[in-house]
């Protein structure tokens, strides 16, 4: 194999390394990926289509739904492609495009789930004034402001990644171009750029989190005031499940990026990787619509319109 392959070029070892079940894990996966872009695209649809989803709240879940698309587009192909495949390589400018498209997209998505949580406080506490502080262009500015942020994490870590000297093994033993794996193969001394990247994915995380974290304690302190038993239950229903997409996300992020060196080995580090880039983007849209009436009536409404036609 190494033969065959351009000095450029990396060599992916993939999710199983020899094993027998190669076959059941690709049919899995092909699953989850064919289940992950038709749950998010028809989410995008149907909040696009039903005039009652015109609303801050599912613009910015469509916002979700784009970017979970897009970041299980980065990686489940190409190993889905690996897994059949004898020649599992990847050219050196595939790589850095991987790596600035899945920074771009887990950054984004880490500033859009505290903004979302921005949303639901400004729902509960100030119903009143949600359509004033909540209008069309706010909605723009807030998912630009997320698109932006995690762009610049891509732009800041791609290129520098990038320009580490690998002069060694181009081996990656992993399933796509994660930073923390290649590292791995350069020859220089790169201490330094991790601190960077450590500090930079702190704040990454930090930032959303205080947003998150005062979001809902303001929310809890409003809830607990509410007379109506009515109001409760749907200020839950509506926070729910943004906390349970937060904490699936954020928990898988906060191992890779977060915890030492000591606390990984690289098949948890691939295990990790593959629930947040794999399983991640086919649970949030199914958290969202199976417990979200909204989403489940309009789905019902476009459904019949179309079996009617």
């Not at 897994?83 to 390589?89: A, G, L, Y």
């Not at 050196?92 to 949580?117: N, R």
């Not at 330094?192 to 998150?212: A, F, G, N, R, W």
């Amino acid at each position: 194999m190494k033969n065959r392959t351009a000095s450029s070029d990396f060599i992916l070892l993939g999710l199983l390394v020899n094993s027998k079940a190669t076959g059941i894990v690709f049919a899995v996966i092909l699953a989850i990926f064919v289940v992950a872009v038709t749950a998010n695209l028809v989410m995008i649809f149907l909040i696009h289509m039903d005039s009652h989803l015109h609303t801050p709240m599912y613009f910015l879940l469509s916002q979700l739904s784009i970017m979970d698309t897009l970041f299980i587009c980065t990686t489940v192909p190409k190993l889905l492609v690996d897994m059949v495949s004898i020649q599992k390589t990847i050219s050196f400018v595939s790589c850095g495009i991987q790596i600035f498209l899945y920074l771009t997209m887990i950054g984004s998505e880490f500033f859009l789930l505290g903004l979302m949580a921005y949303d639901r406080y400004v729902a509960v506490c100030n119903p009143l004034r949600y359509p004033v502080l909540m209008n069309h262009r706010m909605c723009l500015l807030l998912a630009a402001g997320a698109w932006f942020g995690g762009s610049l994490d891509g732009f800041l870590l791609t290129p520098i990644t990038m320009n580490v000297p690998y002069c060694g093994s181009r081996i990656i033993d992993h399933f796509f171009c994660e930073i923390p794996a290649v590292l791995k193969l350069a020859c220089a001394d790169t201490s330094l750029y991790e601190t960077l990247m450590y500090i930079c994915c702190v704040l990454m995380l930090l930032i959303p989190i205080s947003i998150i974290s005062t979001s809902y304690s303001l929310i809890l302190l409003t809830v607990h005031h509410m007379r109506s038993a009515e109001g409760r239950k749907k200020a839950f229903t509506t926070c729910s499940s943004h906390l349970t997409v937060v904490s699936i996300f954020y928990g898988a992020a906060f191992y890779t990026y977060v915890l030492p060196k000591s606390f990984h080995t690289p098949e948890q580090d691939k295990v990790v990787s593959a629930f947040y880039t794999i399983v991640t983007p086919m649970l949030n849209p199914l958290i969202y619509s199976l417990r979200n009436k909204d989403v489940t009536g309009a789905f019902k409404k476009i459904f019949s319109q179309g079996l009617s036609t």
